[in-house]
């Protein structure tokens, strides 16, 4: 069983920016294969970037170029960092890891 919580969601202007942090807990031996994910206002939930099994990051072609997904091993934890920040990246922000999700944060993005 794997613990997730997110943190670091919040009200922003478009072009400016956020962190997602996401911490994982439970039996642990690499954090290949986490990701993020968002939902938007009456949308499905969509992968934005994860890590694959080999250690390579893999971006949604909508947020190549302005999020960038980085981790930290020894926390077990990976974080977003979203620049450029558009009305259309407003959504409910996942963590997801072997089956399990975190609870969420909300990003707004408006003027």
């Known amino acids: 069983q794997v613990q997730l919580v997110e943190s670091g969601g919040g009200l922003v202007q478009p072009g400016g920016s956020l962190r997602l942090s996401c911490a994982a807990s439970g039996s642990i031996s690499s954090i290949n294969g986490m990701g993020w994910y968002r939902q938007g206002p009456r949308k499905e939930r969509e992968l934005v970037a994860f890590i694959t099994v080999d250690s390579r990051t893999v971006y949604a072609d909508s947020v190549k170029g302005r999020f960038t997904l980085s981790r930290d091993n020894a926390k077990n934890t990976v974080y977003l960092q979203m620049n450029s920040l558009k009305p259309e990246d407003t959504a409910v922000y996942y963590c997801?890891?072997?089956?399990?999700w975190g609870q969420g944060t909300q990003v707004t993005v408006s003027s």
């Open positions: 997801g890891f072997r089956g399990s």
